[in-house]
């Protein structure tokens, strides 16, 4: 563990805050993309999957059930 202290205490602060502050700006868009995995299930697992990932049409897609 690090202890801060003066000006390194204040501009770690600040850091954390800019930090929270893009973490509410993305937060929308979270809840959407859980939204609509929970409306449309494995459809919009595999819509995200081929956005991101790459996956392609005739591609598995395997979702880990572990927590």
Do not use: F, H
């Amino acid at each position: 563990m690090r202890i801060l202290e003066g000006r390194a205490a204040e501009s770690y602060v600040q850091k954390l805050e800019q930090r929270g502050q893009k973490l509410d700006a993305l937060e929308p868009g979270v809840r959407r993309i859980v939204q609509s995995v929970r409306r449309d299930g494995d459809r919009a697992l595999r819509r995200y999957a081929k956005k991101w990932d790459g996956l392609e049409t005739r591609d598995l897609l395997r979702v880990s059930e572990a927590r």
